[in-house]
Structures are given as structure tokens and as C-alpha cells.
């Protein structure tokens, strides 16, 4: 099936650790996105790679840290988790950075991170 | 500087009702706008989408018109399910900026 998916759907850890999610998509496109839905369902974009280059960078805290190997791969790793990183994080991808403005993005499902 | 308003949630209809979900936005320039899905779970599903002024959007018995004088794109559907129940949001990308701005999600209820 073509389409975004990633790993692991959901993730419970401890203050203090440090995690990675993975997204893959299959689509063929060049330009993939982090997104962070809080507890509201506030989406809110973190981080966008075009043909593995980053080109936006909200203020996202430094513990942050993308990751694009290949531009079919976004990664997202985060240092020293606290539990305000408790969310939905959705990776998505566009055929471009200007026709995701025409033919929209593509979710994965995402994954539910829990701090505790 | 660029934002989307969508009215608040949540909203609750019997099935066989008419839907209207608003949404207004600010932008500079041109923007494409858009209506997402997410249903209980799951990711974001493109629901519809205009590009320029006066285009209308149709998907699943949902339309959208993009509204330039008014700066809205408000989503209707005629006749509501239960499998409707979601959350909607509506969305907007300025001119070539790669950037996907969100309203605050509008959460619907279809009772049968």
C-alpha cells in the first residue's frame, strides 16, 4: 500500500529518556513534515525536509532533533524528554513544497507519546 | 501574519441533519485551503480542497467555496451520518511557503 506510516504508533517512557519515531513514505515525494498535536488537538507544525534538506524549523526545542537519511525517511529524535512532550506527533509528506499547496499533504496515523 | 478560525465544538446533530462548520482565515498572498479528517484514532485524511478564489470543493456529500471577500471557506454537507463523527480542521498553505497552517479542529457528533 502506497503511504506514510510510522513507528511505533504508540510510546510510553520516562522523564528523561531519549526516543526516536520513525516515518517512511512510499509515495515518491520530496518533501516530508513533523507535526505535533497537543492535548486540544491543536496541529502544529514542527519541522519540514525537502529532498532531505531542512526547510522550516519552528521554535521547536533543541532536544529536538530531525533526522532525514534518504527523502523518503523523517525521523524524529528527542533528547531528555519531559512531560510536556506528551502528544500526538504526525509525520506527512507533499509531492513538493510548492504542490502541497495543490494537491495537499499526506498523513501517517501517528504516534501517541506518553511521558510519565 | 497567517491563521485560521474555525467555529467552536463541539457540534451536535441528529443524523439526516445540515452541517455547517465555519472557517475563516488570514493570509498574505493566495493561499490554498483545505478541510482534514480525523476520525477516532486516526491520522489526518485530506478531505477537500480549493485553490484559488470562487473554487468549490466536493468530497464524500461535503462541499467548501472559497470566499475571497469574505475570507472563509465554510464546510457543508446536506444530510449528516454517524459514521461522520470526527474531528474537522480546516487548513491553509500560503503561496509556496511548504507551510500547513490549522484552525483549532471543530469536533462533530452525528446521533442517530
Known amino acids: 500500500d502506497t503511504a506514510v506510516s510510522q513507528t511505533p504508533k504508540y510510546l510510553v517512557t520516562q522523564m528523561g529518556n531519549d526516543k526516536s519515531i520513525k516515518c517512511e513514505q512510499n509515495?515518491?515525494?520530496?518533501?516530508m513534515y513533523w507535526y505535533k498535536q497537543d492535548s486540544k488537538k491543536f496541529l502544529k507544525i514542527m519541522f519540514s525536509?525537502?529532498?532531505?534538506?531542512?526547510?522550516i524549523n519552528e521554535t521547536v526545542p533543541n532536544r529536538f532533533s530531525p533526522k532525514s537519511p534518504d527523502k523518503a525517511h523523517l525521523n524524529l529524535h528527542i533528547n531528555s524528554l519531559e512531560l510536556g512532550d506528551s502528544a500526538v506527533y504526525f509525520c506527512?509528506?507533499?509531492?513538493?513544497?510548492?504542490?502541497?499547496?495543490?494537491?495537499?499533504?499526506?498523513f501517517g496515523s501517528g504516534t501517541r507519546l506518553t511521558v510519565v | 501574519g497567517n491563521s485560521v478560525t474555525q467555529m467552536e465544538g463541539p457540534v451536535t446533530l441528529s443524523e439526516e441533519a445540515f452541517l455547517t462548520i465555519n472557517c475563516t482565515y488570514t493570509?498574505?498572498?493566495?493561499?490554498?485551503l483545505f478541510w482534514y479528517v480525523q476520525y477516532p484514532g486516526e491520522g489526518l485524511q485530506l478531505l477537500l480542497k480549493?485553490?484559488?478564489?470562487?473554487d468549490k470543493g466536493s468530497n464524500k456529500g461535503f462541499e467548501a467555496t472559497y470566499r475571497k471577500e469574505t475570507t472563509s471557506f465554510h464546510l457543508e454537507k446536506g444530510s449528516v451520518q454517524v459514521s461522520d463523527s470526527a474531528v474537522y480542521f480546516c487548513?491553509?498553505?500560503?503561496?509556496?511557503?511548504?507551510?500547513?497552517?490549522f484552525g483549532q479542529g471543530t469536533t462533530l457528533q452525528v446521533k442517530p
Open positions: 506527512a509528506s507533499s509531492q513538493d513544497v510548492a504542490l502541497g499547496g495543490v494537491y495537499g499533504y499526506t
Open positions: 509515495l515518491g515525494h520530496d518533501t
Open positions: 525536509y525537502n529532498n532531505k534538506e531542512l526547510i
Open positions: 493570509a498574505t498572498g493566495y493561499p490554498s
Open positions: 480549493a485553490t484559488k478564489a470562487d
Open positions: 487548513a491553509l498553505t500560503p503561496s509556496n511557503t511548504g507551510k500547513l497552517i
